[in-house]
Nanobody, 125 residues
Framework: QVQLEESGGGLVQAGGSLRLSCALSGIIFGPYTMGWFRQAPGKEREFVAGISSSTGNTVYTQTVQGRFTISRDNAKSTVFLQMNSLKPEDTAVYYC??????????????????WGQGTQVTVSS
């Protein structure tokens, strides 16, 4: 059974940092493209960052470019999202997801096969 488990969310003041982790189990981690998404109350789920399986290429949405960093540890089947200089508008539930078919990063939520349960990130002003 494929499972993704996020951790690392919490409450932080604006300008602070958090590091999210997502552990994958049930399938081999290495070949798959991984993504982080977020969903704020009343808004659609949006792409935040992704990392490809083949080249390790990373893609970010413009609003987090330069502040967030996605990385992966294939030996530990884990993907990370380091979030710096957090802003109140970053407040959301953050989800990680697996795209088993792609070798490049997509921002399309429909292409991702498995999702974690989400972890809450709250940034106070």
């Amino acid at each position: 059974q494929v499972q993704l488990e996020e951790s690392g969310g919490g409450l932080v003041q604006a300008g602070g940092s958090l590091r999210l982790s997502c552990a994958l189990s049930g399938i081999i981690f290495g070949p798959y493209t991984m993504g982080w998404f977020r969903q704020a109350p009343g808004k659609e789920r949006e792409f935040v960052a992704g990392i490809s399986s083949s080249t390790g290429n990373t893609v970010y949405t413009q609003t987090v470019q330069g502040r967030f960093t996605i990385s992966r540890d294939n030996a530990k089947s884990t993907v990370f999202l380091q979030m710096n200089s957090l802003k109140p508008e970053d407040t959301a539930v953050y989800y990680c997801a697996v795209d088993r078919l792609a070798t490049v990063v997509s921002s399309n939520t429909r292409l991702y096969d498995y999702w974690g349960q989400g972890t809450q990130v709250t940034v106070s002003s």
